[in-house]
C-alpha cells in the first residue's frame, strides 16, 4: 500500500535524488544507461540548467531501500561526469511537478472548473470553444488529484514535466563535493540537519 | 572537408602545428607507452601513417579481440595501463568482448579507436558505429573526439581514469579529421583536473582502530586475498600482517599470488572450485577480513547460507561494491595498502590457537597429494601436467590461462607465490583469453618465463594469434590441455543434465601440425613421462613452443559447489571414477577416495 506525505508525494521506498552532473553529450544516456543495467527502477527523471553555466541539475526518483538507494549513489558518484549527488530522501524538501491538463468544456461548465481549479491552486492557461487547459504546479498526490477531479469531463490529453525536488532551509547541495566517505561506504557529501519550513 | 583545409593550409606560420594523429602519439610516448596492440583501418590510418615517427612499438594482431587481451595481460603483467588501437567499425566492435573482460576485472586499458569523419558521424556511413554507445556499460568511461585540439587531454584523462581508483577500461573515440586536421600543440605534463572524478578516500581511523578490536577479539578469524591486494601492491604488508596475527588465508582466482601459496596460514582458493577445506572455514568462521574483493557468486555460493557465523570486515575502493552481495559490519573504504599499512601496527593475535588446529586437522597431514607419488597408470592427467608444469618452472612461470576446467586446475596446483604471475580471466571467463593475454604479458615482462595454458576449445578460439608471436619473436609457450570435449561444460552435462554431451566433443586440428605451419617447434604428451619430457624440451627451446596434452577425456573438476547451494555443500570425486578402473584401483589401494584431483582429506 502505498501512503503519501501531507504533500502528497508517495513515501514507499520512493527515494529523491539530487545530482548535478556536466553538461556535455550523452551524460543522460550514461545515468539512464546505468539505471538500466543495474536493474533500478526510475519513478520520474528531470534534467534542466542551472545558474553555473555547463552545469546541469538532474532529480529523480527511484523505489529502492536504503541498502539500494546507498549503492544507487555510489554508482552514480563513480560516473566521471556526475559532479555531485545526494539523497535527499531523509530531509525537508521541496518536490514539484508541473502538468498541463487539456480537458473537454463547454462555455455552460467552464465556471464548474474554474472552481476547482481554484480549489487546487492551479490556473486556467488556455480556453477554446469546447476545451480549457490547466496548468497545475505540485507533488503528485496533488496533481492526482486535480486529474481526478477532472476526469468526469473528459481530459483531451495532459502532459507532466519530471519530479523536480530541492532540500528546504538555508543550504544547498553543493554542485561539487569534496572527498568525503562514512563508514557506512556511501560516497556523498555530509548529511545536513532538516532545513526549516519556509 | 574546409575545417580540415583550412587548418592544414601550408601558409601557416605556428612551429608546433601538427596533426593530431602525431598528437595520438606524442601524448602516449609522453604518458610512458611503449608498446601498443593494434590493427589497421580505414579510419585510423592517420595516426598509423605518424606512428612511425615515435619510439612506440605496435603489434600486429590477427584479430582487434586479441589486441585487447594483449593489452590487459600487458597490464596485468606490468601493472601500468595497457593500450589498444583499432580502426571503426568492425575494428572497434571485435574489441568489444577484450573490453567487457578488462571491465569485470578492473583491469587498466585504454582502447583509441578511429571514427569516420565528424561530418559524417550518424549517416550511417562505411563502417561508422558508435562505438562509445557500444561500450557505454562495459568502460569505466569513455569519449568521442572530433577536434585536434582535444586529443591530447582526452588520452591523457584516459590514462588517468584507466589507472586510477578501480581501475578499467577507456575508449577513446578520435574522427578521422581530427587525426588530420592540425593544430598548435604542446604536451601538457600537468596533473588531469576532473571536477566529477574522485577516486580517493580516506579511511577513518576510528573505524581502522575498531577492525584491530574486532580482530583481536575473534576465536576464528580468516582473511580474503583478492584482486585488491596484488593491485595496490599489498603483499607484503599482507604477509606482514599474517605473521603478526596468524590468519590463515583464503584467495579469490584473481588473488592467487597475491599472498605466497607456500605460507604456513595461506589456504588456497575458495569458492566453486575451493578445496574443501577452505570453505568449510569461511563457513565455520566468526570474522571475515575481505580485502579487495567482491563477494563474487562464484564465490560465495547460496547467499543465503553464507558465513553466517561470521562478522565481516570489507576492505575495498569501490563504495559501491560495499553491501552489494554480502552485507558486512565494518566497510573500510579506501587504498588497500594505506589501510592495512594503519591496521599493521595496531592489530593484535587473537585467542585463535584452536581455530588453527582445526583448519589443520580439516586439511589433514596428506593435504596435498603428491602426485608424483602416486604409480603411473598410464593416463595422462591435467593435474598431471600442471603440476609437473609447477615443478619445472619452479613456480615462478607467468602463467596465463583460458577459461574452464583447465582454469580451474591451474589454481589447484601451480602454486602461486608471487604476485602477477597468474593471467586469468575472472570475471568475465573469456574463451579465447590466453593465448594473446600471454603475448601482452611477455611484453610486460619481457625476461619472464611465459606459459599460456588453454584448453583446445578456448585456443581455437583465437589461435590466429600464433603468427602474431612468430611475427614478434616472442618465447611464448603453449601448453593446451586437450580433452576433445568443451570440458567443463561437458562437466556440467554430466553432473546436471544427465550426461547429455550437446555439442561439447570437439573436433581439433592436429595442434602439433598447426605449430608446425607456423614454423613453431611442438610436441606431443599422452603419458606422464612424455609430458614431463615435452615440457622440459619446449623449456630448453629460445623461443616459442607448443605442446598438444592428450589428457584423460572425460575427468572433472573436484571439489564442486554447485550454482546455488551452500558452500561447503561441495560434489566430491566419486569412488571409480569415470575414468576408468585405474583410478578406483588406486583409490583401493592407497585407501583415499580421491587419489589424483582432490587434493584435500576427504572428510
Known amino acids: 500500500m502505498t501512503t503519501t506525505t501531507e504533500s502528497g508525494e508517495s513515501t514507499d521506498n520512493l527515494r529523491t535524488f539530487v545530482a548535478y552532473v556536466e553538461d556535455k553529450p550523452g551524460v543522460l544516456n550514461r545515468i539512464a544507461s546505468l539505471f538500466r543495467r543495474r536493474n533500478y527502477n526510475i519513478i520520474a527523471l528531470n534534467v534542466g540548467r542551472t545558474h553555473e553555466p555547463g552545469i546541469s541539475r538532474m532529480t529523480f526518483q527511484v523505489t529502492a531501500d536504503a541498502g539500494m538507494a546507498k549503492r544507487i549513489e555510489a554508482n552514480l558518484y563513480k560516473m566521471v561526469n556526475v559532479l555531485s549527488i545526494e539523497d535527499i530522501s531523509e530531509v525537508q524538501r521541496m518536490v514539484r511537478d508541473l502538468c498541463l491538463i487539456k480537458v473537454n468544456v463547454a462555455a455552460e461548465r467552464r465556471t464548474e472548473v474554474l472552481n476547482l481549479v481554484e480549489i487546487f491552486r492551479a490556473r486556467a492557461v488556455d480556453v477554446s470553444t469546447d476545451t480549457m487547459t490547466v496548468e497545475i504546479t505540485g507533488a503528485q498526490g496533488k496533481i492526482q488529484g486535480l486529474v481526478d477531479a477532472l476526469r468526469p469531463f473528459g481530459i483531451v490529453e495532459m502532459v507532466q514535466t519530471g519530479t523536480v525536488a530541492m532540500s528546504r532551509g538555508t543550504q544547498g547541495v553543493a554542485a561539487r563535493m569534496a572527498h568525503t566517505v562514512s563508514a557506512g561506504g556511501q560516497a556523498p557529501a555530509a548529511r545536513r540537519s532538516a532545513g526549516s519550513m519556509t | ?417 608471487y604476485p602477477r604471475r597468474l593471467v586469468t580471466s575472472g570475471g568475465l571467463g573469456t574463451m579465447g583469453f590466453a593465448l594473446p593475454a600471454a603475448i601482452g604479458a611477455q611484453f610486460g615482462d619481457r625476461d619472464a618465463e611465459v606459459w599460456v595454458v588453454a584448453g583446445d576449445g578456448g585456443f581455437q578460439m583465437t589461435a590466429a594469434e600464433l603468427s602474431t608471436i612468430q611475427q614478434e619473436k616472442l618465447p611464448v609457450k603453449i601448453a593446451i590441455i586437450n580433452n576433445g570435449f568443451l570440458g567443463m561444460v561437458r562437466q556440467w552435462q554430466e553432473m546436471f543434465f544427465e550426461g547429455r554431451y550437446v555439442s561439447t566433443p570437439m573436433l581439433s586440428p592436429d595442434f602439433v601440425k598447426l605449430a608446425d605451419a607456423h614454423g613453431m617447434d611442438a610436441f606431443r604428451a599422452t603419458t606422464l613421462e612424455e609430458a614431463a619430457d615435452a615440457i622440459a624440451k619446449a623449456r630448453a627451446i629460445d623461443g616459442p613452443a607448443l605442446i598438444d596434452f592428450r589428457v584423460v577425456q572425460e575427468d572433472s573438476v573436484y571439489p564442486m559447489v554447485a550454482t546455488g547451494k551452500d558452500l561447503d555443500d561441495m560434489i566430491r570425486r566419486p569412488d571409480g571414477s569415470t575414468e576408468g578402473p585405474a583410478v578406483a584401483d588406486l583409490s583401493k589401494q592407497k585407501h583415499i577416495k580421491n587419489p589424483l584431483i582432490e587434493t584435500g582429506d576427504d572428510e
Open chain 2, 1 to 417: 572537408m574546409p575545417k580540415a583545409e583550412s587548418s592544414t593550409d601550408p601558409n601557416s606560420t605556428g612551429p608546433q602545428q601538427i596533426p593530431g594523429s602525431e598528437i595520438i602519439w606524442d601524448t602516449l610516448v609522453n604518458l610512458g607507452v611503449e608498446t601498443v596492440f593494434g590493427y589497421p583501418g580505414g579510419a585510423i590510418m592517420p595516426a598509423y601513417d605518424s606512428m612511425v615517427k615515435f619510439p612506440i612499438h605496435h603489434v600486429l594482431v590477427r584479430h582487434e579481440q586479441g589486441a585487447s587481451h594483449m593489452a590487459d595481460g600487458f597490464a596485468r603483467v606490468a601493472g601500468k595501463v595497457g593500450v589498444c588501437v583499432a580502426t571503426s567499425g568492425p575494428g572497434a566492435t571485435n574489441l568489444v568482448t577484450g573490453i567487457a573482460n578488462a571491465m569485470l576485472d578492473g583491469i587498466p586499458m585504454v582502447a583509441i579507436t578511429g571514427q569516420v569523419n565528424s561530418a559524417l558521424i550518424g549517416s550511417d556511413a562505411f563502417q561508422e558505429t558508435d562505438i562509445t554507445g557500444v561500450t557505454l556499460p562495459i568502460t569505466k568511461h569513455n569519449v568521442v573526439v572530433d577536434r585536434p585540439e582535444d586529443i591530447s587531454a582526452a588520452i591523457k584523462e584516459a590514462f588517468h581514469i584507466a589507472s586510477s581508483g578501480r581501475p578499467g577500461p577507456v575508449l577513446v573515440d578520435i574522427t578521422k579529421d581530427a587525426q588530420q586536421a592540425r593544430c598548435e600543440y604542446e604536451f601538457d605534463p600537468r596533473p588531469v583536473e576532473l571536477p566529477g572524478y574522485r577516486p580517493e578516500y580516506s579511511t577513518d581511523s576510528n573505524d581502522i582502530a575498531r577492525a584491530a578490536e574486532m580482530i583481536a577479539a575473534a576465536k576464528r578469524p580468516i582473511i580474503f586475498s583478492g584482486h585488491g591486494v596484488v593491485r595496490s601492491g599489498s603483499s607484503e604488508v599482507l604477509k606482514e600482517l599474517v605473521d603478526k596475527t596468524q590468519i590463515p588465508v583464503a584467495s579469490t582466482l584473481l588473488g592467487l599470488g597475491g599472498f605466497p601459496a607456500s605460507h604456513e596460514r595461506a589456504l588456497g582458493m575458495m569458492g566453486m572450485h575451493g578445496e574443501s577445506w577452505v570453505n568449510k572455514a569461511v563457513q565455520q568462521a566468526d570474522l571475515i577480513i575481505a580485502i579487495g574483493m567482491r563477494f563474487d557468486d562464484r564465490v560465495t555460493g547460496n547467499l543465503a547460507n553464507y558465513a553466517r557465523q561470521a562478522k565481516k570486515i570489507h576492505i575495498e575502493q569501490d563504495p559501491a561494491e560495499i553491501n552489494k552481495n554480502v552485507i558486512v559490519e565494518l566497510p573500510l573504504v579506501g587504498d588497500a595498502k594505506a589501510i592495512l599499512d594503519q591496521l599493521l601496527p595496531i592489530a593484535k593475535k587473537g585467542d585463535i590457537e584452536g581455530w588453527l588446529a582445526h583448519i589443520d586437522h580439516m586439511k589433514g597431514d596428506d593435504a596435498v597429494i603428491d602426485i608424483k607419488e602416486l604409480p603411473d597408470n598410464g593416463k595422462l592427467y591435467a593435474a598431471h601436467v600442471i603440476h609437473e608444469l609447477w615443478k619445472k618452472t619452479d613456480g615462478r612461470a607467468i602463467i596465463v590461462t583460458d577459461v574452464g576446467q583447465h582454469q580451474m586446475w591451474e589454481t589447484q596446483y601451480y602454486h602461486h607465490d
